[in-house]
């Protein structure tokens, strides 16, 4: 099986719902396993809400969400063109955040890594983010 879905949505923090919602439906038709479904569903959970605290700051803007199956492995790619991350290798390290002030727990990345198979990051400053994710589902 192969197929493709592009959604571009305002950086608000509804839209982290309506995400992880169309990603699981999207990926229905391969028959994931609740905890597989759970886990893509978590990892973009995270990665919209990075785009939207992180990356848009308090600006408004789009992102760009899209889900390849590609046999039984499902990549999922979300892109800003918010400030960008100054040092990826340091943003993904455990409990690092750069917005302490917030509150925020500094674990999005390694929620992403732990949920996924593989994960590529790449961001310029004022250019914005991309996020690569990747699983591959066990044969139903």
Do not use: Q
Not at 31 to 43: C, F, G, Q, V
Not at 53 to 67: P, R
Not at 110 to 135: A, L, P, Q, R, Y
């Amino acid at each position: 099986m192969k197929s493709e879905v592009t959604i571009i949505m305002d950086s608000n923090s509804e839209n982290e719902m309506f995400a992880r919602i169309a990603i699981a439906a999207f990926i229905t038709p391969l028959n994931p396993t609740i905890e597989e479904l759970n886990d893509i569903k978590t990892a973009v959970s995270e990665a919209i809400t990075n785009a939207i605290i992180h990356g848009y700051a308090d600006k408004s803007g789009k992102i760009f969400l899209t889900c390849k199956i590609i046999g039984r492995e499902v990549v999922i790619k979300i892109e800003d063109n918010g400030i960008g991350i100054d040092d990826i290798k340091k943003a993904m390290e455990p409990l690092y955040t750069s917005k302490p002030d917030m509150e925020r727990s500094g674990i999005g990345f390694t929620v992403m890594e732990t949920f996924m198979d593989k994960i590529f990051v790449e961001s310029k400053k004022n250019f914005g983010t991309t996020i690569v994710m990747s699983k591959n589902l066990i044969a139903s």
